[in-house]
Nanobody
Framework: VQLQAFGGGLVQPGGSLRLSCAAS????????VSWHRQAPGNQRELVAE???????NYGDAVKGRFIISRDDAESTVDLEMNSLKPEDTGVYYC?????????WGKGTQVTVSS
């Protein structure tokens, strides 16, 4: 199983960035997928998740600014991030879950700074 995240980088406050995560080695459509992030010195936290049925859930810090979407035909999950703030800085990880099966990608760095 491989999860490869793309799209991280440096962006100014108020800007936008789009992350993508491509999965292989699993039947992607039956998994719930999510994005988490971890800032230096902080615990990893949930950013957004989307179930196999398409139900979405967001962390309080990103509600109204981030949008998660999935493409089961392409086995990808995207995270559209808008109105970015310095506190959104961190390493972003994608994750897939099916009952007791949990797989993590390696993460991509997002830095929000002027």
């Amino acid at each position: 199983v491989q999860l490869q995240a793309f799209g991280g980088g440096l962006v100014q406050p108020g800007g936008s960035l789009r992350l993508s995560c491509a999965a292989s080695g699993i039947i992607f459509s039956i998994y719930a997928v999510s994005w988490h992030r971890q800032a230096p010195g902080n615990q990893r936290e949930l950013v957004a998740e989307i179930t196999r049925g398409g139900t979405k859930n967001y962390g309080d810090a990103v509600k109204g600014r981030f949008i998660i979407s999935r493409d089961d035909a392409e086995s990808t999950v995207d995270l559209e991030m808008n109105s970015l703030k310095p506190e959104d800085t961190g390493v972003y990880y994608c994750n897939v879950v099916l009952r007791d099966r949990i797989y993590w990608g390696k993460g991509t760095q997002v830095t929000v700074s002027s």
